[in-house]
T-cell receptor
Framework: KAGVTQTPRYLIKTRGQQVTLSCSPI?????VSWYQQTPGQGLQFLFE???????NKGNFPGRFSGRQFSNSRSEMNVSTLELGDSALYLC?????????????FGSGTQLSVL | TQLLEQSPQFLSIQEGENLTVYCNSS?????LQWYRQEPGEGPVLLVT?????EVKKLKRLTFQFGDARKDSSLHITAAQPGDTGLYLC??????????FGAGTRLTVKP
């Protein structure tokens, strides 16, 4: 069974630009969640989607948005990029959105904002 | 906001040594998970603990959930270079909110 696939693996953008990251979950998984990981802040929850609906949202500004398609693939968009948005963005999929459900993480997209 | 504090932040030991890392909070969690993350990869789930006082073993790794479900520990016996990585704990509250600790970065030298 293929794991969680995130594309692109690396991305370099400049301030003010926007970026879209993609995540393909494990086949059959309907829950996709996104996280931002930085050395200073650690792993922070961005949002979770289940069956195309946002179920949960972290404490990030509105510049961060996401969506999920009918095939469970998900995209995350960051508009008006800031230097502080440089981070590893991780996507995780799960077979359910139940508490404590096992999360399977992708390898992440390393975003650098110059 | 429920904060998870992990200690130590960094740990460097020799192969064969034992070690314990900790995950503490002032809040109660309904369940807690431990992950290991290797460079360039996403975290991989090691264990989920649910019951206060619960102890789970995974080969040389022993996980314990505190009686009050506010803290947890991970003990590794006879560490090996392959154990090197970032160890993250993540706690769930009753609202299904998940919070990660900042992690303990472990280096095991051959």
């Amino acid at each position: 069974k293929a794991g969680v696939t995130q594309t692109p693996r690396y991305l370099i953008k400049t301030r003010g630009q926007q970026v879209t990251l993609s995540c393909s979950p494990i086949s059959g998984h309907r829950s996709v969640s996104w996280y931002q990981q930085t050395p200073g802040q650690g792993l922070q929850f961005l949002f979770e989607y289940f069956s195309e609906t946002q179920r949960n949202k972290g404490n990030f500004p509105g510049r961060f948005s996401g969506r999920q398609f009918s095939n469970s693939r998900s995209e995350m968009n960051v508009s008006t990029l800031e230097l502080g948005d440089s981070a590893l963005y991780l996507c995780a999929s799960s077979s359910s959105s139940a508490r404590g459900a096992k999360l399977f993480f992708g390898s992440g997209t390393q975003l650098s904002v110059l | 906001t429920q904060l998870l504090e992990q200690s130590p932040q960094f740990l460097s030991i020799q192969e064969g040594e034992n070690l314990t890392v900790y995950c503490n909070s002032s809040s109660v969690f309904s369940s807690l998970q431990w992950y290991r993350q290797e460079p360039g990869e996403g975290p991989v789930l090691l264990v989920t603990v649910v019951t206060g006082g619960e102890v789970k073993k995974l080969k040389r790794l022993t996980f314990q959930f505190g009686d009050a479900r506010k803290d947890s520990s991970l003990h590794i016996t006879a560490a090996q270079p392959g154990d090197t990585g970032l160890y993250l704990c993540a706690g769930f509250n009753n609202n299904n909110d998940m919070r990660f600790g900042a992690g303990t970065r472990l280096t095991v030298k051959p």
